[in-house]
């Protein structure tokens, strides 16, 4: 097995541990630290891919990834966690053991999909795929089986990460897609959190379901 | 070796002896007392001789006779399948019936349970050689009818008569879904013995629809999810030894039928058919192990551990039609290999711990464990025959339990060179499930015996409990004993298992008589390997060091106190660990989800003298969901249909007028 | 020499040796938490003074104690010891190796706990009833894990027979393998629930509420006690010495090798056994004990890990086709 491969692929088998963590994770804080962790991998991953392959504005891409997403967001997000003051527990939907014996499924699955869908392409990219579309689906998993607002923040971002990693294992994508997608996301952050405040301004927590009661769809 | 004519020979005269025995004492039975379990014990004793040496010499004959059904005929058939059963089956019929000798439960019920004794002896027999359909389900059905009648002997009890409702619709579901599973392999053509079954092909569909029947079918008698719901109802209600026969050896009947119709009659094995087979054997070996643990009846609590083993057997079985559809004949060999002898070892330490729970009903009159406790000193010898069943039954080493779990995790271990990937994923989830089910089947015997044979009496029954008699003990001895020897000596079992092998797959294991120091290697690529002789002569040889060590160089000295307990001793035994109490953590952890397992305490207001209650509820999500509401919605749907009942004159002739136009119309459309 | 005498000689060293060395490492563990505490802690032998004075004790044994609660500590103990002279240490193929696989040794510890939580029953004491309970629900949690740990084991070496798993390691190439990484991970988690240590329970306290493996053997006394406290550090040395000769083999010689060989390869058993000792000790000090339901989801994390280990290895086996 070569060690171009080795690498990549402890790497991104790294960040599907990152994301089994999310799910597991109920302080805020460690959640955070959690996602940071997994953008940095995902730098990781992504320069090893540009270096190996010859594809230098994936470095491009790896340094987005570690700034905005492994040091710029979770800063901010650690600001306003600590300014709202909320480093309660978080209830889960369903429980957690459950909850991890579907992401396994998921795992499962994707990489059965994956595999009878891709015959004929290189090894690196077919494995990268697999994983990334497991990180794509876990995250999905951690935004409906959570209950507060910030880690369904932190689960749509953890999908990005996937979408990131899917896209250096196909074919690359071109730099202006790149960029204008994270700034979108950086801006989707920004509405995100203003709402988060106004939600915590207007009713003193920042769980959901609040909301529902409210809204009258629950007695 | 001998011919076989003897051997069918010995086989019909212990049919015929079985069967005369029964019809005796149902006639005479003022005459017959006393001597109906010795004739079973004999007869059972030449029918298993006759399978032994049917089962080395290699024996494969068959007879037929012209009464019966008017084209086909009545067909006997002993090939190595049918004498492996029959081995499993007539000795624990032989230990049964030495049991029952010495100790019939309630002397006023023998007339009632003796004669459908022997015939439940002789149908199963019957079962294990039929070779056609028609004799099969004959067989089939009269093994279910005196079984029932023997659930039913104590028929003022309301829970038997509940108990043997359900297991005669059960039953009745189980022979109707056979009767389809024959049908649709015999086809239009219509042959129904088994040789002409073998020759006709199917086409996938029917050979599929034909697998789900036979799930159903012997699946329910097995004991397979979600179609077990008879088997802890009615095993504990019938006298214990013949619980032992019922859950020892009949749900090996119902397996024997599964494995003839799907492995030797069905043709060639599907993908599909081993996963269902695989995840209906891991879901029932894991809701059987944890319904065991939420129960402190014992009998109902060994019931519910027998879904669990059929759960291993029918893993063992999948994985040998998943390795035999892929072509991998060795590998499949291995696989029914680690499945029959499970077969075997089941059928011994599940005889051997139902005949110990019929001796502690006998001496204290109670099945519930939280009334029991401390019977290991006031019944020593039962105590260390029910231990060793223990055990064998949670597979440890060195005991025959282990050999098997051991064979069949060799054989998940070899599921990566499966080449479909969904299988290679399935397996080790499944071998993930099976070792959870061990670990509690351990945890569950672990409750069993500490409550029950442990610590201190919880009540006078348990305090005044005595020995029981030599036959008794004799049995619980002679399966004991047997399960020692399959377990020092598994080489010499798997070696009878091979003809069947080779029967029903085509290869075999590798000869393990003929290995250095009767070492067991099934797989010679692997090199895996297990010895139970020297494992066991190793670790008695260190206990023995050990000891001899320490009480010559150390002390020996020994003195009685009372027990410490931290320094707070109670008197009270009432403040041990009771069954509940032990199973309390993994109830917490598993039961919260899978039986919405909720505690509730009720206590008193603060001054009041009352005492603190303490329940558990428990919701059987099985039995309601596929059960209770399907037959509410039958009663309702029936409740509605009544109106029919009080039409007009008007009304019926409108109905045959519509039904008339109906089928008009049919003959129109389709001609 | 001949091969067979060689390794009939290499069995026996190895009995011996795992026999004499079990004590030193706990006692090694003791010390380095006494010493990262600011404490002198007890000295390293102390260990083995302890052992003595319990086998010179006599045995007090309780009314209601059966024939089961004074043979079982000697079968415990002969189960571990037996099981211990099965892992690979510092030589392969040793003579008896081949009398079991890796899942014999599982299942041989598992006799030793059923035994152990009998023997917790016995007295009829609710102390006793806690530990055994809460012991069989620990180990339940756990053998899932510890299955499809060494179901990856053979995935990789095509074999669960120790010795030639060992030998698998030590010639396959240093590799960055996620999988394996993740199977260590699963592993070393189980280990700590297998051996009674922090974070699944605490070896050192006397209180009901935290109590596992000490309350099972709070009525035992004397010769017995000494028996069972040398069991679960022969267990401890069993685990690490799987530990180290699955993912750090370096240093294992066949046994065919020599005497010389051997006395280097035991070096490198030895070092690996001090330093798992000391890692062990700062590990216990650096992290609380965890409630007992929590343990639940501790041990499904090992589960997890070990299952994501196999997915891994499919998906590079898969790939790599």
């Known amino acids: 097995m070569s060690h171009v491969y080795e690498v990549s692929h402890f790497l991104a088998g790294l960040m599907l541990v990152c994301s089994f963590a999310l799910l597991y994770q109920d302080r805020l804080l460690a959640v955070l630290r959690i996602f940071a962790a997994q953008a940095i991998i995902l730098s990781l991953a992504v320069s090893w891919e540009a270096w190996t392959q010859g594809r230098p504005h994936l470095f491009i891409t790896a340094a987005l990834a570690l700034v905005l997403k492994g040091i710029v967001i979770p800063i901010i997000l650690q600001r306003f966690i600590l300014q709202l003051g909320i480093h309660r527990d978080i209830e889960k939907v369903v429980g957690v053991v459950l909850t991890m014996l579907i992401g396994l499924g998921l795992a499962a699955m994707s990489q059965m999909l994956i595999i009878g869908a891709t015959t004929g392409a290189p090894a690196q990219a077919r494995e990268g795929l697999a994983i990334a579309l497991a990180i794509i689906l876990i995250g999905l998993l951690m935004m409906i089986t959570r209950r507060n607002a910030f880690t369904q923040i932190i689960g749509f971002m953890s999908i990005e990460n996937g979408l990131i990693l899917a896209a250096t294992g196909a074919r690359g994508m071109p730099l202006v897609v790149e960029i204008s997608v994270a700034f979108s996301v950086l801006i989707a952050l920004f509405v995100f959190a203003v709402f988060v405040f106004r939600i915590r301004e207007r009713f003193d927590t920042v769980d959901v379901e609040a909301l529902e009661r409210v809204r009258g769809d629950q007695p | 070796m001998a011919d076989p004519e003897t051997v069918l020979a010995m086989l019909a005269t212990a049919i015929a002896t079985l069967l005369t025995c029964s019809l005796l004492a149902a006639a005479f039975h003022r005459f017959t007392l006393g001597f109906v ?42 090939d190595a399948l049918s004498a492996f059963f029959g081995l499993v089956v007539n000795i624990g019929i032989a230990a049964a019936a030495l049991y029952g000798f010495g100790l019939d439960q309630k002397r006023e019920l023998s007339p009632r349970v003796e004669p459908f004794f022997a015939a439940f002896a002789a149908a199963m027999n019957l079962v294990l050689v039929a070779d056609d359909a028609f004799g099969f389900l004959f067989a089939w059905e009269l093994m279910s009818v005196t079984s029932w009648a023997l659930v039913i002997a104590d028929h003022r009890s309301a829970e038997a008569r509940h108990a043997a409702h359900v297991y005669l619709v059960m039953a009745a579901i189980g022979t109707m879904a056979l009767l389809f599973a024959f049908g649709g392999m015999a086809g239009p053509a219509g042959g129904y013995a088994f040789a002409s079954i073998r020759a006709t092909h199917l086409s996938p569909l029917i050979a599929g629809l034909v697998l789900v029947a036979a799930l159903v079918g012997a699946g329910s008698k097995a004991g397979i999810v979600p179609v077990h719901v008879w088997l802890p109802l009615a095993h504990p209600a019938a006298p214990s030894h013949v619980s032992a026969l019922m859950s020892g050896v009949m749900t090996k009947v119902a397996v024997y039928g599964f494995i003839r119709i799907v492995f030797d009659l069905l043709g060639a094995p599907t993908l599909w058919s081993s996963m269902i087979v695989l995840v209906l054997g891991g879901a029932s070996a894991l809701m059987g192990v944890l319904y065991a643990l939420m129960q402190h009846d014992l009998k109902r609590l060994l019931a519910y551990h027998t879904v669990e083993n059929i759960g291993i057997i029918f893993i063992g079985l999948g994985l040998a039609l998943a390795f ?14 680690a499945a029959l002898f499970h077969v075997f070892n089941h059928s011994l330490f599940k005889g051997l711990l139902f005949l110990g729970s019929g001796a502690v009903l006998h001496a204290t009159g109670e099945r519930d464990m939280e009334k029991m406790g401390g019977l290991i000193h006031r019944m020593p010898m039962t105590a260390v025959a029910f231990l060793i069943g223990c055990v064998a039954i949670s597979a440890l080493p060195p005991l025959n339990g282990f050999v098997s779990e051991w064979l069949t995790f060799q054989a998940i271990l070899k599921s990566p060179e499966l080449p479909q990937l969904g299988l290679r994923v399935l397996v080790p989830t499944i071998g993930a499930v099976l070792a959870l089910s061990a670990a509690l089947a351990a945890a569950c015997f672990v409750k069993v015996f500490g409550v029950s044979f442990l610590g201190r009496a919880r009540s006078e029954a348990a305090m005044m409990a005595h020995e029981v008699g030599r036959p008794a003990l004799a049995a619980m001895f002679a399966l004991s004993a047997l399960c020692l020897a399959s377990g020092l000596l598994p080489g010499a079992v798997i070696d009878a298992l091979a003809p069947a092998n080779r029967l029903l797959i085509g290869a075999r294991v590798p000869v393990q008589l003929s290995l250095p120091w009767l070492s067991v290697v099934p797989i010679p690529e692997s090199h895996s390997s297990y010895n139970g002789l020297l494992l066991a002569m190793f670790i008695v040889m260190s206990a023995a060091l050990a000891g001899f060590v320490i009480h010559r160089l150390a002390s ?14 109670d008197p009270s035994p009432e403040t041990q660990y009771t069954a509940s109490s032990f199973a309390q953590p993994i109830r917490r952890v598993f039961a919260t989800s899978v039986f919405s397992a909720r505690e509730t305490v009720e206590m008193p207001p603060p001054g009041s003298l009352e005492t603190a209650r303490m329940s558990v509820r428990l919701t059987d999500h099985i039995w309601q969901a596929l059960y209770v509401q399907p037959a509410g919605m039958v009663v309702a749907a029936a409740g509605r249909l009544n109106a029919l009942q009080f039409l007009t004159i008007r009304r019926y002739l409108i109905l045959m007028f519509i039904a008339l136009i109906v089928l008009m119309l049919i003959t129109a459309i389709f001609e | 020499m001949s091969d067979a005498l060689l390794s009939f000689i290499g069995q026996g060293c190895q009995m011996l040796l795992v026999l004499l060395v079990a004590p030193a490492v706990t006692g090694l563990t003791r010390l380095v938490k006494a010493r990262l505490m600011r404490r002198k802690g007890p000295p390293l032998l102390q260990v083995y003074s302890d052992l003595i004075k319990l086998v010179r004790k006599e045995a007090v044994v309780a009314d209601s104690a059966s024939w089961l609660f004074r043979v079982a500590p000697y079968l415990i103990f002969a189960l571990t010891w037996v099981a211990a002279s099965l892992v690979p240490t510092f030589a392969t193929g040793l003579l008896f190796s081949w009398t079991g696989d890796v899942i014999v040794i599982i299942a041989l510890l598992g006799s030793a706990r059923f035994f152990l939580a009998l023997a ?3 007295v009829g004491t609710s102390f006793g009833g806690i530990g055994s309970s809460r012991e069989m629900m620990i180990a339940t949690l756990a053998e899932p894990a510890m299955l499809l740990v060494v179901l990856n084991m053979a995935l990789a070496a095509g074999t669960t027979q120790l010795p030639e798993v060992a030998k698998y390691f030590i010639a396959a190439p240093l590799a960055i393998r996620v999988s394996l990484a993740l199977a260590l991970v699963a592993l070393v988690i189980v280990a700590l629930a297998e051996n009674a240590r922090i974070p699944v329970d605490n070896p050192a306290t006397h209180l009901e509420l935290t109590m596992v493996h ?18 679960s550090q022969l267990k401890l040395v069993l685990y690490i010495s799987l530990i180290a000769s699955l993912f750090l083999p370096f240093g294992i010689m066949p046994v065919t090798a020599g005497p010389l060989a051997w006395a280097t390869a035991g070096l490198a058993w030895l070092a690996k056994l ?31 890990f070990a299952f994501l280990a196999i997915l891994l290895s499919f998906l590079t086996q898969e790939v790599l086709r």
């Open chain 2, 37 to 78: 379990y010795p004739m079973c014990l004999s007869a059972a004793l030449a029918a298993l001789s006759a399978d032994l040496i049917a089962l080395l010499s290699g024996i494969d004959v068959g007879v037929s006779f012209p009464i019966g059904l008017p084209t086909i005929g009545l067909h006997f058939r002993v």
């Open chain 2, 556 to 569: 020996r000295g020994l003195r009685r106190a009372p027990a410490w307990d931290c320094g707070f001793p």
């Open chain 2, 324 to 337: 035999d559809a892929d072509g991998m004949r060795s590998l499949a060999a291995l696989a029914l290999t």
């Open chain 3, 120 to 122: 917790g029953m016995d």
């Open chain 3, 214 to 231: 000490e309350a099972m053997v709070l009525e035992y006394s004397g010769r017995h006690l000494a028996m069972i406290e040398a069991a």
């Open chain 3, 274 to 304: 001090a330093g798992a000792a000391i890692i062990l000790g700062v590990w216990e000090l650096s992290i609380a004990k965890m409630r007992v339901f929590r343990v639940s989801e501790f041990l499904g994390g090992a589960f997890i």
